[in-house]
């Protein structure tokens, strides 16, 4: 499986996923249940917050652009809006959006993000 939902209000997104032990342990997760995951602004190019849990890391050096899901630190979800250069593993990217539409999705404040498996 390659592609995860990522529901934040009542949009559900599609999400393609990266390929390293970090997803796999992702979607081992998922299998058993959805993750939420309470979210909030930070630096005006990100929404951020904690997994609840502990991933393995693969950190690159990476530079994001608008959608890429990131874990950071190993336990948190972090979703792009604006780029960002920093050292990151990555998770995946929501397909089919402009940087536009997810800015207004994603909106100003705090929002909660439920990322699932879909159903096969």
């Given amino acids: 499986m390659k592609s995860m939902n990522v529901k934040i209000g009542d949009k559900v997104l599609m999400a393609t996923l990266a390929d390293n032990s970090s997803v796999e342990a992702l979607k081992n997760a ?15 190019m990100e929404k951020v917050g904690p997994l609840g849990q502990d991933f393995p890391r693969n950190d690159e050096s990476i530079t994001t652009e608008a959608g890429d899901i990131i874990l950071y630190q190993g336990n948190a979800l972090v ?14 990217k929501i397909d089919n959006i402009t940087p536009p ?11 909660t993000v439920t990322l699932s498996l879909p159903h096969n």
Avoid: C, Q
């Fill in 30 to 44: 998922l299998s058993k249940a959805p993750i939420t995951v309470d979210m909030h602004d930070y630096g005006k």
């Fill in 101 to 111: 539409e997810l800015k207004g999705i994603l909106g100003s404040g705090n929002i």
């Fill in 79 to 92: 979703i792009y809006y604006a780029p960002n250069s920093w050292n990151f593993t990555r998770l995946g």
